[in-house]
């Protein structure tokens, strides 16, 4: 059992929890809790290591899987609860978690749905778009310049597990333009002259979501060809930016599944 807060794997997973440069040097990324690491391995991107500490192994789900890492030749180590605690990003530790590699997914050639996030500075909110974005068939997640990284634990814990399936990319501006070529691009803004209902959302298109403290940039502005609202009630001046996405990408879905035959 490891138990010493200077073992040279617990000072790695601290750091790819406190720090994105070492999550970029060492493209890797932690999941924590056992939901978390059963998806990595239904998915097909099994973990570097595991850490676990007593709770999972006497638990009939966490032994299972367990057995499973196992089976899959894994490395899994047992490590005391104040050095799980230690290596935890949340104040109650789940008593297992993951390295595990950043996938790289490869982005479509011909993009139908793309969901570009400008200036999304939140944890929490950018994990739970990009749950969003994979449950509404967003084909892929471009991150603009000010983003939070999509590695940052906050983020990976609200996503619950969409980055697994979900190709996700920090680019520059040149590079999400040169991505939606073709593509129909549009602005969600709170003063948008346009119902998000009234746009024709089975063609391609990108949609731009920008941050609630800062809205977009200028460079956002520039590549939309149009801005949609959502319409609220009188004194409300915005929705929260992931309440925003859901809404308008879920129209896209609707619009979508009313064109297949036999689909209200």
Same mark, same amino acid.
């Given at each position: &059992?490891?138990?010493?807060?200077?073992?040279?794997?617990?000072?790695?997973?601290?750091?790819?929890?406190?720090?994105?440069?070492?999550?970029?040097?060492?493209?890797?990324?932690?999941?924590?809790?056992?939901?978390?690491?059963?998806?990595?391995?239904?998915?097909?991107?099994?973990?570097?290591?595991?850490?676990? /500490?007593?709770?999972?192994?006497?638990?009939?789900?966490?032994?299972?899987?367990?057995?499973?890492?196992?089976?899959?030749?894994?490395?899994?180590?047992?490590?005391?609860?104040? !050095?799980?605690?230690?290596?935890?990003?949340?104040?109650?530790?789940?008593?297992?978690?993951?390295?595990?590699?950043?996938? @790289?997914?490869?982005?479509?050639?011909?993009?139908?749905?793309?969901?570009?996030?400008?200036?999304?500075?939140?944890? =929490?909110?950018?994990?739970?778009?990009?749950?969003?974005?994979?449950?509404?068939?967003?084909?892929?997640?471009?991150?603009?310049? =000010?983003?939070?990284?999509?590695? @940052?634990?906050?983020?990976?814990?609200?996503?619950?597990?969409?980055?697994?399936?979900?190709?996700?990319?920090?680019?520059?501006?040149?590079?999400?333009?040169?991505?939606?070529? =073709?593509?129909?691009?549009?602005?969600?803004?709170?003063?948008?002259?346009?119902?998000?209902?009234?746009?024709?959302?089975?063609?391609?298109?990108?949609?731009?979501?920008? =941050?609630?403290?800062?809205?977009?940039?200028?460079?956002?502005?520039?590549?939309?060809?149009?801005?949609?609202?959502?319409? &609220?009630?009188?004194?409300?001046?915005?929705? @929260?930016?992931?309440?925003?996405?859901?809404?308008?990408?879920?129209?896209?879905?609707?619009?979508?599944?009313?064109?297949?035959?036999? !689909? /209200?």
């Amino acid at each position: &059992m490891i138990t010493s807060l200077k073992n040279s794997k617990v000072r790695t997973v601290r750091a790819l929890q406190s720090r994105r440069r070492v999550r970029q040097r060492e493209q890797c990324f932690v999941f924590e809790g056992t939901r978390l690491v059963e998806e990595s391995v239904r998915a097909g991107v099994p973990p570097v290591h595991v850490f676990y /500490a007593e709770p999972v192994e006497a638990s009939e789900r966490g032994g299972r899987l367990l057995e499973t890492l196992r089976e899959m030749n894994i490395p899994c180590y047992a490590v005391s609860e104040p !050095v799980m605690a230690a290596c935890s990003d949340t104040e109650t530790p789940q008593a297992i978690l993951a390295v595990l590699p950043i996938p @790289n997914l490869s982005r479509p050639e011909h993009p139908t749905l793309t969901l570009i996030l400008d200036c999304v500075r939140n944890p =929490g909110n950018l994990g739970t778009i990009l749950r969003t974005a994979l449950a509404a068939g967003v084909e892929q997640v471009l991150l603009t310049p =000010g983003t939070v990284d999509a590695s @940052n634990p906050k983020v990976v814990r609200a996503a619950m597990g969409a980055h697994l399936l979900l190709p996700v990319a920090a680019l520059r501006w040149e590079a999400i333009a040169e991505a939606v070529v =073709g593509c129909d691009v549009w602005l969600a803004a709170a003063g948008g002259e346009t119902l998000y209902t009234a746009v024709d959302w089975t063609r391609p298109v990108a949609l731009i979501v920008g =941050g609630e403290a800062t809205g977009v940039g200028e460079r956002a502005l520039a590549l939309a060809q149009g801005q949609v609202s959502i319409p &609220m009630a009188a004194g409300v001046e915005s929705l @929260n930016t992931a309440v925003a996405a859901a809404v308008t990408l879920f129209e896209v879905v609707r619009q979508r599944m009313a064109r297949v035959p036999g !689909v /209200a």
